[in-house]
């Protein structure tokens, strides 16, 4: 049975940092996609950070955020600096088959889901 689970989260002054770690079971890591999706009240999912052979951010992130996992440790993290108040939102750790290219993207292509830990940005 595959289960993620999200920590990490809380609420942080706008510039602030915050490291939101993913606990990963029941999958080989170094051979899946995983990523960190977000969604705000009231907005759809936005695809976050994705990591595969390479690593992927969104726009939104780009330059501000990085992602990594610890093989053997299972465990996926998402690195978010310089946060802003438009950070703010539910994240979601998710998995899925390896993803290479546009398909990592795809919040869609991710099959495991986390419950989610909520970011808050202080303006």
């Known amino acids: 049975q595959v289960q993620l689970a999200e920590s990490g989260g809380g609420l942080v002054q706008a510039g602030g940092s915050l490291r939101l770690s993913c606990a990963v079971s029941g999958l080989t890591l170094k051979s899946s996609g995983l990523a960190w999706i977000r969604q705000a009240p009231g907005k759809e999912r936005e695809f976050v950070a994705a990591i595969s052979f390479t690593t992927y951010y969104g726009d939104s992130v780009k330059g501000r955020s990085s992602i990594s996992r610890d093989n053997a440790k299972n465990m996926v993290y998402l690195q978010a600096n310089s946060l802003e108040p438009e950070d703010t939102a539910v994240y979601y750790c998710?998995?899925?088959?390896?993803?290479?290219?546009?398909?990592?993207?795809?919040?869609?292509?991710?099959?495991?889901w986390g419950q989610g830990t909520q970011v808050t940005v202080s303006s």
């Open positions: 998710a998995a899925g088959p390896y993803c290479s290219g546009f398909g990592c993207y795809d919040p869609s292509k991710y099959t495991y």
